[in-house]
Structures are given as C-alpha cells and as structure tokens.
C-alpha cells in the first residue's frame, strides 16, 4: 500500500497531530507513506502521473489543490476527492449546496465592495470572512457599525454572515465514516487543553444536521462548527479535513478509515 499525504511544512512536522499518528499506525501496518509538500519543490506539470494507491488531500493551499487537480484528472484515487473539496474550499458553491440539502445557515450575502454591506448592518452584525480558503478564524472578523466597513480592505468577492452569537461553547462536529463525534472549545484556545476541548454527545438534531452536510458534497469525512443561539442551530463553518482534536481514539479511527479507502 503505497499513499500520499499532500499536506504542508508545518502539518507534516505537527508532532502531537492525530495525522501524524495516524501515519506512524498505518507504517507499522506495512503502508508505505510520503509526505508530498508542494510548496517546498517544483513540479513538472508533463511529468505528473498517478505513483501511489491513495493520495489524502490534507493540504488546502493553492500549490496543493493544483496538484490534486492534475491528480484527479489522472484517475488518482484521493481522500477526500478533488472536486468536492473544491466546493468546500469555495464558501459561495459550499453554502449553495448546503442550502439545497436543507442545512440550516446564517442568511449569507456577498458584495464587491464592503460599504455595500451597510444597510445589512441596521438589522444586525455580520460575520465578514475570506470566500475561500481560511481556517482556525484567520481573516475573520465581526462588524457591528458601519465605521468597520471602512477598515477592510478590497481585494474581490467579500462574503459575509448574519451573526449569531453562541449560547456557550464551540461545538465542533467531526464524522469518521459512520461515526459523528462532538467537542465543545472555548474560543480562542489559549491551551493545548483548551484545543482539545471535551467531548459531548451529540443530539439527534446535530447529527442529521452533520449527515446533511456529507450528503450535500458526497463525503464522509469531514468537520463542521455548529453555533447554538437563542435555541437555534447554524452551521457556520465546514472542514474538508480536520484535525479531530479531541475525539476519542482518533488516530486510531482515521487510520482504519483511511485503510477502508485503500481496499
């Protein structure tokens, strides 16, 4: 078994990561794993070709879903697959589809300019993020006057939220195959405690709210941020590929999963 982690320097060398151990578990199951980080080579673009029975696109970055591109246009088999985290990665395509599969979401608008957003701004604040890409809230930030608008600076499609504030902690939401799991953080993390947060169990309602979100992009492998306010679920965030801090067994249970995938 031979599989390729297309990942990042600073991924690749996360010592305490569930991917990392994950790794160590499936080598002493005889798979044969390289860690592939775009960024740090040139890549001849004739000479790509598929060299490993599964690639995990655990990597986000432009250099990295390039090369899953020329991947998957070669027949590569990738965990989770190219075009569906392409859609994720894109916050407009993922919150369309997550629409359509009935997914509860903050009301969601996009505008050229920030100043645009001003008269949302009368019925409430907004969440202003990056439309693609962006992790662990880089990027991210609440406005509630109309002054704030003035700070961001243009540079494309700005995408934002209505914001609803959390009646308590983060809940994040993580699914291994068939199994959902949920861990509630504060934010931000100040410990590595703090990122590990403390397990829960999740309701009927968040798990069907989790399944919607895998039947919306054909996956099951992925994490979510479901936000509780006033009674009410949003989902606010979802993760291609997380980092399953603070699921029980975790390394243990990606590593059979990722196993499934090479039979």
């Known amino acids: 078994m031979k599989i390729g982690i297309i990942t990042s320097r600073s991924k690749s060398s996360a010592d305490k990561s569930v991917m990392q151990q994950a790794t160590a578990l499936l080598t002493e199951r005889g798979a044969v794993v390289e860690q592939i980080v775009p960024e740090d080579r040139f890549i001849d673009v004739c000479e790509i070709k598929v060299e490993h029975d599964l690639y995990i696109l655990k990597s986000g970055s432009e250099a990295a879903m390039a090369l899953a591109w020329a991947l998957d246009l070669e027949g590569a088999a990738i965990l989770n697959p190219y075009p569906a985290v392409a859609m994720m990665k894109d916050k407009i395509i993922a919150t369309r589809r ?3 599969a009935g997914v509860p979401l903050p009301a969601t608008f996009i505008a050229d300019r920030a100043e645009l957003f001003a008269e949302l701004l009368d019925r409430g604040p907004l969440v202003i993020k990056p439309y693609r890409g962006g992790s ?8 509630r006057d109309k002054s704030e608008l003035a700070e961001i600076e243009p540079g494309g499609v700005l995408f ?7 009646d ?3 809940h994040k939401i993580y699914r291994i195959g068939d199994q959902v799991f949920g861990v509630m953080r504060v934010w931000p993390p100040r410990t590595y405690e703090d990122k590990l947060g403390e397990p829960f169990e999740v309701s009927s309602d968040m798990k069907e709210i989790t ?5 919306a992009f054909g996956i099951d492998l992925y994490g979510i941020d479901i936000v509780a306010s006033r009674g009410k679920l949003y989902v606010v ?4 590929f997380p980092g399953f801090k603070g699921v029980p067994d975790a390394a243990r249970l990606l590593a059979d ?3 499934t995938k090479l039979n």
Do not use: F, K, M, W
């Open 168 to 170: 308590g902690r983060d």
């Open 257 to 259: 999963y990722i196993e």
């Open 136 to 143: 662990q809230g880089r990027g991210v930030r609440i406005v």
């Open 237 to 240: 965030d979802i993760n291609t």
């Open 211 to 215: 399944l919607g979100c895998g039947r």
């Open 160 to 166: 934002a939220q209505r914001y609803h504030p959390s």
């Open 98 to 100: 997550l629409q359509s």
